[in-house]
C-alpha cells in the first residue's frame, strides 16, 4: 500500500507537471497570439497613418499633361471623322466623350490615390475572378451583349451607348492578383510548384481567352506584365532565358515562313507599298502621314491625312497625326514625356514601402510602357500592324478612364514611399 502510494504521489506529481507546462505553453501561445494582434494592429495604424502623405508629384503632373495633350491631339485628328459620320452636325462628337470619360478617370485617379493600396489585396482574386467571366462573355456565341467590330469581338456592351473591353479588367487584375500572391511567397518563388506553375495556369487561361476573341496586342500586353512580375518576384531565371529564347524561335518561323499564320500580315509590315491600296493600305497611309510632318510638322490642326486617308486616325494611329501635325519635334518631345511617365513610375516602385507595393507600381508601369512601346512601333512600321490604342490620347473613353485608375494606384503607393533625399 505504501509503494502504491508513493506511485501514486509520483504520478500526481507528474501530472501536475504536465498539466504546468499544459499551461505555460497556452499562456505562451496565447501570449505570441496577442503580439501577433499587437503588430498587426501597428502596422495598419503605421499605414494609415502613412497613406496620409503626399501623392508623387511630378507623376501626377506627367499623367494630367498627357491626358491634356492627348485630348488636344484627339480634338484635332477626330473631327473630319465625326463630321462625316454625324452628317456635319457634331464635329466634336468623339472630343466630348472622350473629355467626359477623362474627367471621370481623373477624379477616379485622386479618388483612389487616396487609398491606402493595402485594401486591394482584398480585392485580387474577386477581380480576377470577374475578369475570366467577362472574358468567357464575349466569346460565348450568340451573346447578345457582346459587340464585333472589324472581324474582332473584343467588347461587351449595349450599342453604341456604353462598351467596354473586358481585356482592360484582366490586365489590372493580373497585375494585382499577382503583386498580392508573389509578395506573400518571397524565398518559394524560386521553385517551379509555387513561383512558375500557378501564374502559368492563370497566364495560360487567360491568353486563349483573349485569343479566340482574337485580341493578340492585348494578350502580349498581359503575358509581359506578369512575365516582369515574376521576373522581379524572383523565379529562376533559366526560365527567363527559356522564354525568351522560345519566343525568338517562333518569331523566326513566323519571319521565315515556316509557320504559315499571318504571313500576309507580316509580308505587308516588310513593304507595305506592295499592296498599297489592298492589304498594305492603313500602313502605307501612318508612313506617308509621318513622313509629311518632316521636322517641325505642318501645324496643329492642320493635318491633311486625317481627312479620310488615314483609317483610325483617332484611335490607334492617331500617333501619325501628331507626326503629321507637330513633326519629329514634336514627336519626339512627347515620347520624352512618357518615358519620363515611365521611368518616374518604376523609380515610384522602387522606393515603395513594402514588396506588395512595389510590384504593383512595377506591374501598372509595364503596362504603359509595353502599350506605348507596341502602339509607337506598330504606327511607325517597326512591328507588324495589329490593334492597340497610344494611352491618353487614342480615342476609347472606358479605356482612358481604366488607365487613370491604374494611375491612381500607383500613386497610392506613392503616399507611402520611404523617404529619400532627393527625388
Same mark, same amino acid.
Given at each position: 500500500?505504501?509503494?502504491q502510494?508513493r506511485?501514486?504521489s509520483?504520478?500526481r506529481r %507528474?501530472?501536475m &507537471? @504536465?498539466?504546468?507546462? !499544459? =499551461?505555460?505553453q $497556452?499562456? #505562451?501561445a496565447?501570449? %505570441?497570439?496577442? &503580439? @501577433?494582434?499587437r503588430? !498587426? =494592429?501597428?502596422? $495598419?495604424? #503605421?499605414?494609415?497613418e502613412?497613406?496620409?502623405?503626399p501623392?508623387?508629384l ?11 495633350i ?6 484635332s ?10 452628317d ?13 470619360f477623362a474627367?471621370?478617370g ?5 479618388l483612389?490615390?487616396?487609398i491606402?493600396?493595402?485594401r ?18 464575349v466569346?460565348?456565341?450568340g ?10 469581338t473584343?467588347w ?12 482592360e479588367?484582366?490586365?489590372?487584375a ?6 498580392d ?7 518559394r ?10 501564374y502559368?495556369?492563370i ?11 482574337p ?5 502580349v500586353l ?10 522581379v ?8 532565358f ?13 519571319l ?15 513593304d ?6 489592298g ?12 513622313g ?5 510638322g ?8 486625317k ?8 484611335n490607334?494611329?492617331?500617333f ?20 519620363a511617365?515611365?521611368?518616374r513610375?518604376?523609380?515610384i516602385?522602387?522606393?515603395?514601402r ?28 517597326l ?6 490604342s497610344?494611352?491618353?490620347?487614342s480615342y476609347?473613353?472606358t ?17 507611402q514611399?520611404?523617404p529619400?533625399?532627393?527625388g
Open positions: 500500500m505504501a509503494q502510494r506511485m501514486t509520483a504520478e %507528474a501530472a &507537471e @504536465r498539466y504546468e507546462v !499544459r =499551461k505555460r $497556452e499562456q #505562451e496565447e501570449q %505570441a497570439r496577442r &503580439e @501577433r494582434v503588430r !498587426r =494592429k501597428e502596422k $495598419e495604424a #503605421e499605414s494609415r502613412l497613406a496620409k502623405g501623392i508623387d511630378p507623376f501626377c503632373l506627367l499623367v494630367l499633361l498627357l491626358t491634356a492627348g485630348l488636344i491631339m484627339l480634338l485628328a477626330s473631327f473630319p471623322s465625326a463630321y462625316y459620320e454625324t456635319g452636325k457634331n464635329p466634336m462628337f468623339y472630343f466630348t466623350r472622350q473629355a467626359v474627367v471621370m481623373i477624379a477616379a485617379m485622386f483612389i490615390g487616396k491606402n493600396y493595402q486591394f489585396r482584398g480585392a485580387a482574386k474577386l477581380m480576377l475572378y470577374v475578369a475570366i467571366i467577362l472574358l468567357v462573355l466569346i460565348v456565341p451573346n447578345p451583349i457582346a459587340v464585333t467590330r472589324n472581324n474582332a473584343r461587351l456592351g449595349v450599342g453604341d451607348l456604353f462598351t467596354f473591353q473586358p481585356s479588367i484582366a490586365k489590372m493580373v497585375v494585382l492578383y499577382f503583386s500572391s508573389i509578395s506573400r511567397k518571397k524565398d518563388m524560386h521553385t517551379t510548384r509555387y513561383g512558375i506553375v500557378p502559368l495556369g497566364l495560360g487561361v487567360i491568353s486563349v481567352l483573349m485569343l479566340l476573341e485580341h493578340l496586342s492585348g494578350t498581359i503575358l509581359s506584365a506578369g512575365a516582369v512580375l515574376m521576373l518576384g524572383g523565379i529562376n531565371w533559366g526560365w527567363v527559356a522564354a525568351v529564347g522560345g519566343a525568338g524561335g517562333v518569331l523566326f518561323l513566323m521565315s515562313g515556316i509557320i504559315k499564320y499571318g504571313q500576309s500580315r507580316i509580308a505587308m509590315w516588310k507595305p507599298f506592295i499592296d498599297p491600296q492589304a498594305g493600305y492603313q500602313l502605307s497611309q501612318s508612313l506617308i502621314t509621318i509629311s510632318g518632316g521636322l517641325l505642318v501645324g496643329l490642326g492642320k493635318s491633311r491625312q481627312y479620310l486617308y488615314l483609317p483610325e486616325e483617332h490607334d494611329f492617331i501619325a497625326i501628331v507626326c503629321e501635325e507637330l513633326g519629329l519635334i514634336g514627336a519626339a518631345v512627347i515620347m520624352l514625356l512618357f518615358a511617365l515611365i521611368l513610375g518604376y523609380w516602385a522602387l522606393h515603395a513594402d514588396r506588395f507595393g512595389s510590384l504593383l507600381v512595377v506591374g501598372v508601369t509595364t503596362l504603359i510602357a509595353m502599350q506605348t512601346f507596341l502602339n509607337i512601333g506598330v504606327v511607325t512600321g512591328l507588324p500592324t495589329t490593334g492597340i497610344l494611352p491618353f490620347f476609347g473613353g479605356a482612358l478612364s481604366m488607365q487613370l485608375a491604374e494611375m491612381g494606384v500607383v500613386l497610392s503607393v506613392s503616399r514611399m520611404k529619400t533625399r532627393a
